[in-house]
């Protein structure tokens, strides 16, 4: 079923009077684009002069008289008039509601989508042309933030989204695997707006500084970062490599309150690691996001982790924020021999299936995916199919919820809008969106506990009794599970 609603009204304005206001010549309006599907109808209603749309009326036949002439014609055509004046009440009543459905139809989306439009024009040009304080008009900022406001309507959550210029260059850079900067992976609390660093980018300059997982950005070269979101920090912390950066942390842990000083440099992020649990031969994999390449790289730690001993697989979706749906499907594909990856549903209820590529890894060993609630996107479409396929067991928190499917629009000063054009579902038909992958085994962790990486556990050299004494609960489960399977 299409996502997209189907208008039973229509806006009309009276003849000689409408309030919709005259096209505007171009400026920064938004560009209406005929829907995926038409609302006219082949067939318009005949016309009435001065009457409006309403149904042709039918002529009868009229049939011939076999009673007496003159009182059976009187009475038959008093009755006949009765039925003609109720025939004509009926045909009223029908032809205004089909014509009305008829006219409906035809002032469809896409006139809606003009009027606002020059809507929108008009209220641009009175700004332009008449407030006061003409320092304040900012023709940059009021464009951005009323692009921002249109896509926040559509109620993608987290993922249709406005880029500004410096913001399609980080995306690009991280998805790509390198980038520059200090290296750490940030999260906005919804409830708060606090920044806080999920982790930093293991063997980077912030890893080597003393940033820890939860310490919340407070500010950078002194200025405070109150009111901003993750692209407003970036912003501040971005810069040339050798260059200097001092950040402000608030460290929950021990609510200390510092000044940490890095330099930048250019970053080679390594999106899979993994640890190698030799008691009991599980390997611990966490991919970090899905960037390019990240299919590759886990088939190089499952080889090196088979070599190793390796019979059970730990695969950590935790935080993982998505990324390339390609890499999902590659990565899916390593354990899943047949069948489909997703199922993808663009606006007009059309199916696509994505099924495995054929290039399998290992499809026996038992599996637990770790998941959590910021688990996203492409992270879900692999904790979906794997669960989906009965090649895991899905094991943590309902995932964050990320359901479409992105294209990117570049815009004319290398701005762009990050688009949700299609959505995907699971091999068994479920969606995603605004709905999450629920776990097989739900396993809760403490507000306080520190989720462990498999980077965590080789820079301890960490022992299993210590991994399962640390506080991550999930990845105990993980390993209380996999020790009876």
Do not use: C
């Not at 003159?70 to 009475?75: A, K, Q, W």
């Not at 700004?127 to 940059?140: E, G, L, S, T």
């Not at 989906?388 to 899905?394: E, F, L």
């Not at 080789?458 to 009876?484: F, H, P, R, V």
Request: charged fraction near 15%; hydrophobic fraction near 35%.
């Amino acid at each position: 079923m299409s996502k997209y609603d189907d208008p039973r009204w229509y806006e009309q304005p009276e003849q000689g009077n409408s309030s919709v206001p005259p096209a505007q010549p171009p400026y920064p309006v938004p560009i209406a684009q005929q829907p995926p599907y038409s609302d006219y109808n082949p067939y318009p209603p005949y016309q009435v002069p001065g009457n409006g749309a309403v149904p042709r009326q039918r002529k009868y036949p009229q049939e011939p008289s076999q009673l007496s002439p003159e009182p059976r014609s009187r009475l038959r055509r008093g009755f006949g008039q009765y039925v003609v004046v109720l025939a004509l009440l009926v045909i009223t009543f029908f032809g205004g509601w089909f014509g009305n459905q008829l006219y409906a139809n035809s002032f469809n989306r896409s006139n809606l989508s003009q009027s606002y439009a020059n809507l929108y024009q008009q209220a641009w040009n009175i700004v332009d042309q008449n407030y006061v304080d003409r320092k304040a008009v900012d023709y940059k900022q009021m464009s951005y933030k009323s692009i921002q406001a249109m896509l926040d309507v559509l109620h993608d959550k987290g993922h249709t989204r406005f880029l500004t210029p410096q913001d399609v260059q980080t995306e690009n850079q991280q998805l790509s695997g390198t980038f520059t900067g200090v290296g750490i992976y940030l999260k906005q609390d919804p409830k708060t707006k606090d920044l806080i660093i999920t982790s930093p980018i293991p063997g980077s300059p912030a890893e080597k500084a003393g940033f820890k997982h939860g310490d919340i950005i407070v500010a950078v070269n002194g200025k405070s970062t109150a009111g901003k979101d993750i692209a407003g920090i970036s912003a501040l912390i971005q810069g040339k490599a050798g260059t200097n950066v001092a950040i402000t942390v608030r460290r929950p842990s021990t609510q200390q309150t510092l000044t940490i000083n890095v330099v930048r440099a250019e970053i080679s992020v390594p999106n899979v690691l993994m640890h190698y649990i030799a008691q009991d031969h599980i390997a611990d994999i966490q991919i970090v996001q899905f960037a390019s390449g990240v299919s590759n790289q886990l088939k190089d730690e499952i080889t090196q982790a088979q070599k190793l001993g390796a019979t059970r697989i730990i695969l950590d979706l935790r935080e993982n924020p998505g990324g390339y749906l390609q890499e999902a499907i590659d990565t899916t594909s390593e354990f899943v021999a047949s069948g489909n990856v997703l199922l993808e549903q663009d606006s007009s209820g059309h199916r696509k299936s994505y099924a495995v590529s054929g290039h399998t890894v290992n499809t026996t060993s038992p599996i637990v995916v770790l998941v959590n609630a910021d688990t996203a996107s492409a992270a879900e479409i692999v904790s979906g199919s794997l669960q989906d396929n009965k090649r895991a067991v899905v094991m943590g928190e309902k995932t964050f919820g990320t359901g479409t499917v992105l294209e990117e629009y570049p815009l004319s000063d290398g701005s762009a809008i990050l688009l949700g054009t299609s959505e995907w579902l699971t091999p068994n038909g479920h969606f995603i969106r605004d709905v999450g992958i629920s776990p097989n085994i739900p396993v809760k962790l403490a507000s306080n506990a520190i989720p462990l990486s498999p980077n965590d556990e080789n820079a301890g050299n960490m022992s299993e009794n210590q991994i399962l004494s640390s506080g991550d609960t999930q990845l105990a489960a993980a390993i209380q599970y996999l020790e009876k399977h």
